[in-house]
T-cell receptor, first 115, second 112 residues
Framework: DVKVTQSSRYLVKRTGEKVFLECVQD?????MFWYRQDPGLGLRLIYF???????EKGDIPEGYSVSREKKERFSLILESASTNQTSMYLC??????????????FGPGTRLLVL | KQEVTQIPAALSVPEGENLVLNCSFT??????LQWFRQDPGKGLTSLLL?????REQTSGRLNASLDKSSGRSTLYIAASQPGDSATYLC???????????FGPGTSLSVIP
């Protein structure tokens, strides 16, 4: 079974802190994604990566950065956390262009509260 | 810009009913469409993926159809069960392969 794990289920941070969210997948997937999910706004793509050291901005990259030093690990960084970054963060991974196997597999999510 | 909508936003049915969830997208130039299930406070679980060249996919009591020309997909759930209660999201991948656009979801409640 594909497994996507996220480092924390719940996090509480203070405004201005630097926050790291880690995601690890065990299926040798090329693609990895970070989304945030908010009531009434649905899932919105923050960043994605289709290879090691490669990254592409999604729809809402402001205030975030990412790092992909190894294929299995994709980190989301909040450089200076703000209250409007309180949200559910979801990581996903998938194969790249392999026909019917582009299914995205999601981690359990990290619920971040910024005070 | 691709936009994905889902109707209805919420649905409540008695156990045993067959039901249909709808997904619409504005740009028919898609690579694939995927249906997901999300339980409260949890991540998303993939249910079915339909390639742009396909018309439907089936898994157990679930059947998803795709009509690219009209920009529509439906998820049919047969003989609904209380365990089917969840939010169902559709997601579209464009032909540039770079992004997946999610719909807002349909919240389904199956009453025993």
């Amino acid at each position: 079974d594909v497994k996507v794990t996220q480092s924390s289920r719940y996090l509480v941070k203070r405004t201005g802190e630097k926050v790291f969210l880690e995601c690890v997948q065990d299926m040798d997937h090329e693609n990895m994604f970070w989304y945030r999910q908010d009531p009434g706004l649905g899932l919105r793509l923050i960043y994605f990566s289709y290879d090691v050291k490669m990254k592409e901005k999604g729809d809402i990259p402001e205030g975030y950065s990412v790092s992909r030093e190894k294929k299995e690990r994709f980190s989301l960084i909040l450089e200076s956390a703000s209250t409007n970054q309180t949200s559910m963060y979801l990581c996903a991974s998938s194969f790249f262009l392999k026909g019917a196997t582009e299914t995205q597999y999601f981690g359990p999510g990290t619920r971040l509260l910024v005070l | 810009k691709q936009e994905v909508t889902q109707i209805p936003a919420a649905l409540s049915v008695p156990e045993g009913e067959n039901l249909v969830l709808n997904c619409s997208f504005t740009d028919s130039a898609i690579y694939n469409l995927q249906w997901f299930r999300q339980d409260p406070g949890k991540g998303l679980t993939s249910l079915l993926l339909i390639q742009s060249s396909q018309r439907e996919q089936t898994s157990g009591r679930l059947n998803a159809s795709l009509d690219k020309s009209s920009g529509r997909s439906t998820l049919y759930i047969a003989a609904s069960q209380p365990g089917d209660s969840a939010t169902y999201l559709c997601a579209v991948m464009g032909t540039s392969y770079d992004k997946v656009i999610f719909g807002p979801g349909t919240s389904l409640s199956v009453i025993p």
